[in-house]
């Protein structure tokens, strides 16, 4: 299967940026289609990582505000996992350990690459490489819900962080009753889930 290319065009560039790409592409039965507009977002690519300590069988979540969710149902306060954007010159893994670090105070020690995907490629061209990641979560201090002591974030990016470490079995309940509705958070449990039941972990 082929595409062309046929012009790609700016529209608009700021922290993130907006492109029109005219292109036109094969169609299955080998025709081509009429030269198509369309507008995408470009973001860059992005890490996520879910800690987990095996051992206690816990996982580490941030809990932070969202503008895009502002009409979800849980409201825009999302609970997710560690993640950030790859910076020129970083490989996946140095994101990884840098956001763990930044977001949630956590010195990861393995890391399990688990896949990369695009995250909605009808609009944008962001990419996410997936990973779980080795915690002993025993030492860390917590209050009776969970939520960690201590503040998360970057004041220069406005971030400000709520780290909660639950069980497992919580954590999927919550994707399982809604609670937990973004999508890397949703398919790294998932994947974690089922690593568990094959033995991998």
Same mark, same amino acid.
């Given at each position: 299967?082929?595409? %062309? $290319?046929?012009?790609?065009? /700016?529209?608009?560039?700021?922290?993130?940026?907006?492109?029109?790409?005219?292109?036109?592409?094969?169609?299955? @039965?080998?025709?081509?289609?009429?030269?198509?507009?369309?507008?995408?977002?470009?973001?860059? =690519?992005?890490?996520?990582? $879910?800690?987990?300590?095996?051992?206690?069988?816990?996982?580490?979540?941030?809990?932070?505000?969202?503008?895009?969710?502002?009409?979800?149902? /849980?409201?825009?306060?999302?609970?997710?996992?560690?993640?950030?954007?790859?910076?020129?010159?970083?490989?996946? &893994? @140095?994101?990884?350990?840098?956001?763990?670090?930044? &977001?949630?105070?956590?010195?990861?020690? %393995? $890391?399990?690459?688990?896949?990369?995907?695009?995250?909605?490629?009808?609009?944008? /061209?962001?990419?996410?490489?997936?990973?779980?990641?080795?915690? %002993?979560?025993?030492?860390?201090?917590?209050?009776?819900?969970?939520?960690?002591?201590?503040?998360?974030?970057? @004041? =220069?990016? =406005?971030?400000?962080?709520?780290?909660?470490?639950?069980?497992?079995?919580?954590? $999927?309940? %919550?994707?399982? &009753?809604?609670?937990?509705?973004?999508?890397?958070?949703?398919?790294?449990?998932?994947?974690?889930?089922?690593?568990?039941?094959?033995?991998?972990?």
């Amino acid at each position: 299967m082929r595409f %062309d $290319l046929l012009a790609n065009e /700016t529209l608009y560039r700021g922290f993130f940026s907006l492109q029109r790409y005219r292109l036109r592409f094969e169609f299955f @039965d080998g025709t081509w289609s009429e030269p198509i507009e369309r507008e995408i977002f470009e973001r860059g =690519h992005a890490v996520a990582v $879910l800690p987990f300590d095996p051992v206690r069988e816990e996982v580490v979540l941030i809990e932070q505000f969202r503008p895009g969710a502002l009409e979800a149902p /849980t409201g825009p306060w999302l609970s997710e996992i560690v993640a950030g954007m790859i910076e020129p010159g970083e490989s996946a &893994e @140095d994101v990884a350990r840098r956001e763990s670090e930044e &977001e949630a105070g956590l010195a990861l020690t %393995d $890391l399990y690459p688990l896949t990369r995907y695009w995250v909605s490629p009808g609009g944008t /061209t962001e990419s996410i490489y997936l990973f779980l990641a080795r915690v %002993d979560t025993a030492a860390i201090d917590r209050d009776a819900e969970g939520v960690v002591a201590g503040q998360f974030g970057l @004041d =220069h990016e =406005h971030e400000d962080i709520r780290v909660r470490i639950v069980s497992i079995e919580q954590a $999927l309940a %919550d994707v399982d &009753e809604g609670r937990i509705i973004a999508a890397a958070p949703v398919i790294a449990l998932l994947w974690l889930d089922r690593m568990r039941r094959q033995g991998k972990l």
